[in-house]
Nanobody
Framework: VQLQASGGGLVQAGGSLRLSCAAS????????MGWFRQAPGKEREFVTA????????QYADSVKGRFTISRDNAKNTVYLQMNSLKPEDTAVYYC?????????????????WGQGTQVTVSS
């Protein structure tokens, strides 16, 4: 599976960004997807995940009510809508594929990763 994340950039606090992650190489619609982020000097942390059917989603407490994950299986793409951005959201954001069939936030269990896209939120 190849994953290509895009949509990052520089935004002021309170602003919005929409990240996209395009997948290729396997049957995208069968697999759960996740978004993670990693700030300088910090470990990679879970942001959100979505089941293959979009029925189940999971969010980190830090982004609940501000971020929304969605997917379009026809386009092999998963999205991350980020609203009310804060400086502490600044990080490289990664999308990942999980083949286990379980919606979860453990990065060690994800099987394929994209290259990441930088999100910078200025105060």
């Amino acid at each position: 599976v190849q994953l290509q994340a895009s949509g990052g950039g520089l935004v002021q606090a309170g602003g919005s960004l929409r990240l996209s992650c395009a997948a290729s190489g396997r049957t995208f619609s069968r697999y759960n997807m996740g978004w993670f982020r990693q700030a300088p000097g910090k470990e990679r942390e879970f942001v959100t995940a979505i089941s293959w059917s979009s029925i189940t989603t999971q969010y980190a407490d830090s982004v609940k009510g501000r971020f929304t994950i969605s997917r379009d299986n026809a386009k092999n793409t998963v999205y991350l809508q980020m609203n009310s951005l804060k400086p502490e959201d600044t990080a490289v954001y990664y999308c990942a594929v999980d083949l286990s069939g379980v919606v979860h936030g453990n990065p060690d269990w994800y099987d394929y990763w994209g290259q990441g896209t930088q999100v910078t939120v200025s105060s």
